[in-house]
């Protein structure tokens, strides 16, 4: 028989920075250090990342620009690769994204692009491990999404 279905995403907002349990803050915090990592002469919009190992080691970085621009990378990349490539076969638990303007302002609300939510994917099909992001989501509050597979409906797999 034919169906109408619905997909839900599960996610927390907290209302600020303070009101988060102390191991996502100090992750988040992490991630706002890490805009000073970015390479991005062109688009002046500095995005840092910190993604927390099932070891509990954190890898953070930024996005790295480069003057023909498709072979820049963005920060959620940067850092899945690099975690994948310096600590093979640890799981990733969770990542943190924030990014700052052209004026060093925080940006109130980033999401990971649709490429880096495919490429995260992977390391939680790898792992069979669900992956939490946390993400600025307006006027100082954080969202935290359960899972990138939430963010990727549909994904592509094979
Ligand atoms: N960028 C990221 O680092 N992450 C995203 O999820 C989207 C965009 C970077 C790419 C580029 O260096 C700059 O932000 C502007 O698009």
Excluded: W
């Amino acid at each position: 028989m034919n169906k109408k279905l619905q997909q839900t995403i599960n996610y927390e907002i907290f209302d600020s920075l303070e009101s988060m349990p102390q191991a996502d803050r100090d992750l988040y915090q992490q991630a706002i250090a890490a805009t000073e990592k970015s390479h991005s002469p062109y688009s002046q919009f500095k995005v840092g990342a910190a993604l927390l190992l099932d070891t509990g080691e954190i890898i953070d970085g930024a996005n790295q620009e480069n003057m023909a621009y498709p072979s820049g990378l963005c920060a959620e990349r940067v850092v899945a690769y690099g975690a994948s490539a310096s600590h093979p076969g640890k799981k990733f638990v969770k990542l943190a994204i924030a990014a700052r303007n052209a004026n060093g302002d925080l940006v109130a609300n980033i999401s990971p692009c649709g490429s880096c939510r495919q490429s995260l994917l992977e390391f939680e099909l790898k792992f069979e491990n669900d992956i939490e992001i946390l993400i600025p989501a307006g006027e100082g509050r954080i969202m935290k999404i359960e899972s990138i597979k939430q963010l990727l409906p549909f994904h592509f797999s094979f």
